[in-house]
């Protein structure tokens, strides 16, 4: 029984000589930014000359009473001194024992503890984005949170995180060494006590005051504000705003509307032919306007046309009558002979009867110019009525007539 124990004790001897061999792990830090955690370790290389590998693992705190212990292993067989622990989800408000070790030619050393809670340990990161924007004499703020490794907020994480801001006019302070500070917790800050058409720059930190976490400034970002805006301004706005509806609405409007009345004019005239010409090129079907198709055949036999001068009407001129008419003759021949026959009676009857033969005559020849007047009126009344005549079927202008 002896003998079993000493053989017992001297192999557990020679095995705890053969891991002291290998050095420890030295230096084990923990490299975090929100919830990015990666752990590092020193390695003294002149302690062995065989190729050295590491193994990291971690299991939750409150699991370290159990009797069976359930590691979580990260890295094992890496040459790398350092192992990343952010895929291995590990709750921000929760406490873990991370150990490494060494192993080289069958060899390993002694594991090598450390505490790590995210919630403590882990570094805050700055704001994601910051951005600036005027309103009128006034800048606001806009502040977007520090962002997981999943990209979602830490105030998922951290709900009393706040904002520090810095801000300090570049004409008055360039190098920024004496900022005014506000701090919020809301992500749209409106920043106070501003001059107008005046540059300003502005940093902004995270902070988290109840385990005293700090993060870092963002770059500083300047924007000028602004003022009142004056009314020649205004009217140039005004303007140019005017000049470009014209350009984009009214004057393609206008072009459209002209293109359009000039299609119409062309394909629908307001001027119709007249009805009896329109028989000839439409369709004679009630309500169509379809042009009237001729065949080949319509076309070669066509009626005889015919085409008549313009017919040129004579003006006819009447002369007057060279003598009174023949009642009044008759009245002047019976006074002048009555007053010829009172006045002397010296007339022989030779002169009497010549007389009455020259009255005579006269009297015939004026019965002659009656009938050729009468004649000629006649011819004058026939005229007029042919001429009358033809206006009714010619349409021609009205012949003048001299009388």
Excluded at 10 to 34: D, G, H, R
Excluded at 210 to 227: D, F, I, L, R, V
């Amino acid at each position: 029984m002896n003998v079993g124990f000493a053989l017992v004790l001297l192999w557990s001897l020679s095995i705890t000589n053969v891991v002291a061999e290998l050095s420890l792990p030295q230096n084990l830090t923990l490299l975090t930014l929100n919830t990015q955690y990666i752990l590092t370790w020193d390695w003294d290389q002149t302690t062995t000359g065989n190729a050295v590998t590491f193994t990291a693992e971690y299991i939750a705190k409150y699991k370290m009473k159990k009797k069976k212990k359930n590691w979580s292993r990260v890295c094992e067989g890496t040459t790398h001194t350092r192992c990343d622990l952010t895929g291995s989800d590990l709750h921000y408000l929760g406490m873990y024992m991370l150990r490494v070790r060494a192993s080289a030619g069958g060899l390993h050393s002694h594991w090598v503890y450390k505490d790590f809670c995210p919630d403590i340990d882990a570094s805050l990161g700055p704001p994601s984005r910051v951005e600036l924007a005027p309103v009128g004499n006034l800048l606001d703020v806009t502040i977007s949170d520090p962002l997981t490794s999943t990209q979602g907020s830490m105030k998922d994480h951290i709900p009393s995180l706040y904002y520090h801001i810095l801000y300090w006019s570049r004409s008055d302070d360039p190098q920024g060494l004496n900022p005014k500070v506000v701090d919020s917790s809301n992500n749209l800050v409106t920043l106070p006590e501003l001059e107008a058409w005046t540059w300003y720059c502005v940093m902004v930190q995270s902070r988290y005051d109840y385990y005293n976490k700090t993060s870092g400034n963002t770059a500083p970002q300047c924007m000028q504000t602004e003022g009142d805006t004056p009314y020649w301004q205004i009217f140039l706005y005004f303007l140019v705003s005017m000049v470009v509806c014209f350009l984009f609405v009214l004057l393609p409007s206008y072009a459209a509307f002209r293109f359009y009345r000039v299609l119409k004019y062309a394909f629908y005239p307001s001027i119709q032919l007249p009805a009896h010409i329109q028989e000839y090129f439409c369709d004679s079907s009630p309500g169509s306007d379809m042009p009237h198709l001729l065949t080949a055949e319509a076309e070669l036999c066509c009626d005889k046309l015919t085409i008549c001068p313009e017919v040129a009407l004579l003006e006819i001129h009447v002369p007057p009558p060279l003598t009174a008419p023949p009642s009044e003759l008759e009245q002047d021949s019976g006074r002048h002979s009555s007053q010829g026959s009172g006045d002397s009676g010296i007339y022989s009857t030779e002169g009497g009867s010549a007389q009455q033969g020259r009255s005579g005559g006269e009297s015939i020849r004026r019965d002659q110019e009656v009938d050729s007047w009468q004649t000629l009126e006649q011819v004058k009344m026939e005229e007029m009525g042919r001429e009358s005549t033809d206006e009714r079927v010619l349409d021609e202008g009205v012949v003048d007539v001299g009388v």
